[in-house]
């Protein structure tokens, strides 16, 4: 059993983005700058992917878990380290620019298209659908859920696929996901999926077969 119930979670919402305005609107402007420079890579372009990615998650924590959900729940400040954590991990993505960003073909550039395409359009129609109106929701960039769906878009599009980068999300994927269904956000439903699908990407990335076959391929 969670610690507080619906009204009290849409209540932190309600409080959040009213305080925060106009970040909302930053953060879908920081998101499709991610997206231009996935669809067109440049040499800083990784560095820049990483960053939108860092700035998000470090706000996140800090003023949304720590500040806000704190109120409500005890274990905020322990979920706020979490996302500093995956902050800081990006800002070192950032000064290393050990990852290449772009959007791929396949499989696994199709999913993670599909993942930011959620987290951006259709998270917040489904939550409009369910009854939820603004500005009692969670809203993309600036809200754990559709944020860790976005990251997981963005990080199918990295070459190498980042292991280190993703163990923090799908923790959040679990922790988020299950809470959502005692919650009644229906929009967050799909972190539990999307946690297994990565899941599952991450585990075959590594498999010797695929190792060998790729190998093959680009010899």
Same mark, same amino acid.
């Given at each position: 059993? *969670?610690?507080?119930?619906?009204?009290?979670?849409? =209540?932190?919402?309600?409080?959040?983005?009213?305080?925060?305005?106009?970040?909302?609107?930053?953060?879908?402007?920081?998101?499709?700058?991610?997206? *231009?420079? %996935?669809?067109?890579?440049?040499?800083?372009?990784?560095?820049?992917? $990483?960053?939108?990615?860092?700035?998000?998650?470090?706000?996140? /924590?800090?003023?949304?878990?720590?500040?806000?959900? &704190?109120?409500?729940?005890?274990?905020?400040? =322990?979920?706020?380290?979490?996302?500093?954590?995956?902050?800081?991990? *990006?800002?070192?993505?950032?000064?290393?620019?050990? %990852?290449?960003?772009?959007?791929?073909?396949?499989?696994?550039? /199709?999913?993670?298209?599909?993942?930011?395409?959620?987290?951006?359009?259709?998270?917040?129609?489904?939550?409009?659908?369910?009854?939820? &109106?603004?500005? =009692?929701?969670?809203?993309?960039?600036?809200?754990?859920?559709?944020?860790?769906?976005?990251?997981?878009?963005? *990080?199918?599009? $990295?070459?190498?696929?980042?292991?280190?980068?993703?163990?923090?999300?799908?923790?959040?994927?679990?922790?988020?996901?299950?809470?959502?269904? %005692?919650?009644?956000?229906?929009?967050?439903?799909?972190?539990?999926?999307?946690?297994?699908?990565?899941?599952?990407?991450?585990?075959?990335?590594?498999?010797?077969?695929? &190792?060998?076959?790729?190998?093959?391929?680009? &010899?």
């Amino acid at each position: 059993m *969670l610690p507080f119930g619906h009204d009290a979670f849409i =209540g932190v919402f309600r409080a959040y983005n009213t305080a925060v305005w106009p970040a909302q609107i930053a953060a879908y402007a920081l998101g499709a700058t991610a997206i *231009l420079l %996935l669809i067109r890579p440049t040499p800083l372009g990784g560095k820049a992917v $990483a960053a939108v990615l860092a700035l998000m998650w470090l706000w996140t /924590g800090l003023t949304y878990h720590a500040a806000f959900f &704190s109120a409500i729940n005890r274990a905020a400040y =322990g979920f706020a380290a979490l996302f500093v954590v995956q902050g800081l991990i *990006l800002v070192w993505v950032v000064v290393t620019g050990c %990852l290449d960003f772009r959007i791929r073909g396949g499989v696994r550039g /199709g999913i993670g298209l599909a993942m930011i395409v959620y987290a951006m359009l259709i998270y917040p129609a489904i939550g409009a659908m369910a009854g939820q &109106s603004y500005p =009692g929701v969670p809203v993309f960039g600036v809200a754990p859920c559709p944020l860790v769906i976005f990251t997981f878009g963005v *990080l199918l599009m $990295a070459d190498p696929l980042p292991l280190r980068l993703l163990i923090v999300p799908l923790l959040w994927s679990l922790i988020g996901g299950s809470a959502a269904f %005692l919650l009644r956000i229906p929009q967050d439903w799909m972190l539990l999926l999307n946690g297994l699908v990565v899941a599952s990407m991450l585990l075959f990335d590594r498999c010797p077969g695929k &190792s060998e076959a790729s190998a093959t391929t680009q &010899s």
